[in-house]
Every structure is written in structure tokens, then in C-alpha cells.
């Protein structure tokens, strides 16, 4: 039974969860090998758990081949749904029951190990999945948060190399958007104004660290990336829930994030990366000031003994360099 425990003395949670450890090449080796039997290959459903969500042109059954995209409990969740036990306090420490929703969106039938080479109707397809899956688990008042991420490649801490990505429901909201939504809620405070609005609208008349723009979506390297090539994609105008888009929208959103995926990998040889949505707590009045945005990490260099002995991180790659860099590797999708 995995179990959140708080560091007493920052506050943060950690998930111990030892199951996690049984996952295939769990990160305790150093083996790439895939297995033999892809579970996300259409014809093999028999190795995932039984689908929450299937998109399906036929009459396909569930959990039988004829979907063009599945979503499935993670059959090694760091979190579980049920839980016999109550929240519990160990004396001094304070800890609960690890009870949460750990899913697997697949998202395509065929062996594909890049998110760049899905077609757009695929990648709009994954959109929508977000979607519905963040609406469904978002009803369920256990969740204060519904965090959807993305790992591509093994460094960036993908087990299996077809693609996928992830939707955790979390009965808390996590530190690092919590993080964002307080200094939102200062600068709101201050100016009666979104901080995210303020800088779609800078970096706009800036530039130099304009990556590309649509109708209604702009992609940028930030003024303080963590990592080199951090690139966020935001909507122009203030919106704080992802899950709220409509078909047009996720449509022109995955163009966007194509297009951003194949610059980063026309720009960079071998590609692994992190993504996540941040989208407003399920629930709570942060929907005035704070806006939903994409993050997009490409994982080249490691947090090392600085990083963790300051929460500081160095990047030797300045976002304007990098943003002129992007803007010069037309995608020529
Ligand atoms: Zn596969
Ligand atoms: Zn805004
Ligand atoms: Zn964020």
C-alpha cells in the first residue's frame, strides 16, 4: 500500500510507494531492453489493465484491437484509488494512505516512440483524452488536483518506449503548482492583473524569446528556464483550466505543439524529454488569476549537487539564444 508521507520540515510530500519498483527496467538497472511483448501494441490488451476509455471508429469491443487510442490504470501505480485505512499520523511524523489515480493514456495502436511522429488528428485525439479523463476523475471530490505529464525517452524516465503519457488524480494540490498559483495570487493582489497574461503580453512586444505564435496560442522559451530549450506553450488570452477547450482549440493547440516538438528535434539530435499540463485546481477560486500552460523540458542535463543543495538551477543556454535558435528551425511539418 503506498503511502504519502510529509517532510516535517519543508512540508513536501513524498510518495513511498514499492511497487513501483516491480515496473520493467524500474530504474534500479541500467537495461534498455524492451520487452518482448509491447503491452501498447494494439493485439496485446491483455497485458495492460481493462481500458477506462477507448476511442474506437468501429464496433470494436473494449480492451479488443480496433481503437485508435486507450487509457488504462497504470498496472504499476505509485498511487492506488482504494484504500481500507485511514489518513494516519505515525506520532511525530504525519503521513497518509497513497490513495490516488495513476493512468496510462496510449496513444496510438501502432509501435510509435515519438509524441513528434503522431498526425495531428492523433495528437488532437490525445488532447481530448486529457480532457474527458481530467473532467471524469475531477468530479470525484476525493481529488484536489489532476496532473497530466509526459516522459519520451529513458532518460527522461520513460519504462517502455511507445508512446504514452500520464493522468494522476491527487487528493492534494502539488507543491510545485502551488508554488504558481501564490505568486499569481500576489501579483493579482498587486495589479488586479494575471502574471501569465502580463507576460504572454511582454514576451509578445519582446520577442526575442518568441518561439511561434497561432491564432490563439504562443510558444516561448521562459526569462528564467530551469533547463536548457524549456519552451512553454500558454493561450493568449486568459483561460486557467485546460480541460475547458473546446475541438477547435485541442486542434489548434496539438498543431502548435507539433510544430514545437519537431523544432526541438530538428535542433537536437536524440530528444528525450518531459512534459506537463498545468491546468487550475479542480477546485478553489483560482480561476481569475491563475492560466493553464504547457511545459516542455527537454532532458539534457542532469540536476546535480547544486541543484539539490539549492533549488537553484544553472543553464548554460540563455532562452533568447535558444528561442532564436527554435525560431530559425521552420518545422516544415
Ligand atoms: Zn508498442
Ligand atoms: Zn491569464
Ligand atoms: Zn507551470
Known amino acids: 500500500m503506498p503511502e504519502f508521507r510529509k517532510d516535517p520540515v519543508t512540508g513536501r510530500w513524498v510518495i513511498i510507494s514499492s511497487q513501483r ?27 495492460t489493465p481493462p481500458e477506462v476509455l477507448a476511442y ?3 464496433k470494436s469491443r473494449p480492451d479488443r484491437p480496433g481503437w485508435s487510442l486507450r487509457v488504462v490504470p497504470n498496472k504499476y501505480p505509485a498511487l492506488v484509488a482504494q484504500s481500507g485505512e485511514a489518513d494516519c499520523t505515525d506520532g511525530f511524523y504525519e503521513a497518509r494512505a497513497g490513495v490516488g ?26 488532447l481530448r483524452a486529457y480532457r474527458d479523463r481530467m473532467l471524469r476523475l475531477g468530479s470525484d471530490k476525493r481529488w ?3 496532473l497530466v505529464y509526459k516522459n519520451e525517452g529513458r532518460e527522461a524516465g520513460a519504462t517502455l518506449e511507445h508512446v504514452h503519457s500520464q493522468v494522476m488524480a491527487l487528493p492534494h ?22 502574471l501569465y497574461c502580463t507576460i504572454v ?11 511561434s505564435e497561432s491564432e490563439r496560442f504562443i510558444v516561448l522559451c521562459p526569462y528564467a528556464p ?5 519552451t512553454w506553450i500558454l493561450p493568449k488570452t486568459h483561460e486557467a483550466v485546460f480541460e475547458r477547450g473546446s475541438d477547435d482549440e485541442y486542434a489548434e493547440f496539438s498543431r502548435c505543439l507539433r510544430d514545437t516538438l519537431k523544432r526541438l528535434h530538428r535542433g537536437l539530435e536524440k530528444l528525450p524529454f518531459n512534459y506537463v499540463i498545468h491546468s487550475a485546481p479542480v477546485s478553489g477560486n483560482t480561476r481569475r488569476y491563475y492560466h493553464w500552460h504547457m511545459e516542455i523540458m ?21 532562452p533568447e539564444e535558444a528561442a532564436r535558435l527554435l525560431r530559425g528551425l521552420a518545422s516544415s511539418v
Not at 174 to 191: L, N
Not at 302 to 316: R, V
Open 298 to 318: 527537454p532532458k539534457l542535463s542532469q540536476a546535480a549537487g547544486f541543484e539539490w543543495g539549492s533549488g537553484s538551477f544553472i543553464n548554460p543556454i540563455a
Open 226 to 230: 530551469r533547463f536548457p530549450f524549456e
Open 201 to 211: 503580453e511582454n514576451e509578445r512586444s519582446e520577442r526575442t524569446r518568441l518561439v
Open 173 to 194: 494540490v502539488p507543491k510545485e503548482v502551488a508554488d504558481e498559483i501564490d505568486g499569481a495570487r500576489r501579483y493579482y493582489q498587486q495589479s488586479s492583473r494575471c
Open 56 to 58: 474506437r471508429n468501429d
Open 144 to 146: 484536489r488536483y489532476i
Open 21 to 47: 519498483a516491480k515496473r520493467p527496467q524500474a530504474g534500479l538497472g541500467h537495461s534498455s531492453a524492451q520487452p518482448e511483448v509491447c503491452p501498447f501494441c494494439a493485439g496485446n490488451e491483455r497485458e
Open 101 to 126: 489515480v495513476h493512468e496510462v493514456v496510449i496513444e496510438s495502436p501502432e509501435h510509435v516512440i515519438s509524441t513528434g511522429s503522431l498526425d495531428e488528428r492523433q495528437l488532437t485525439a490525445v
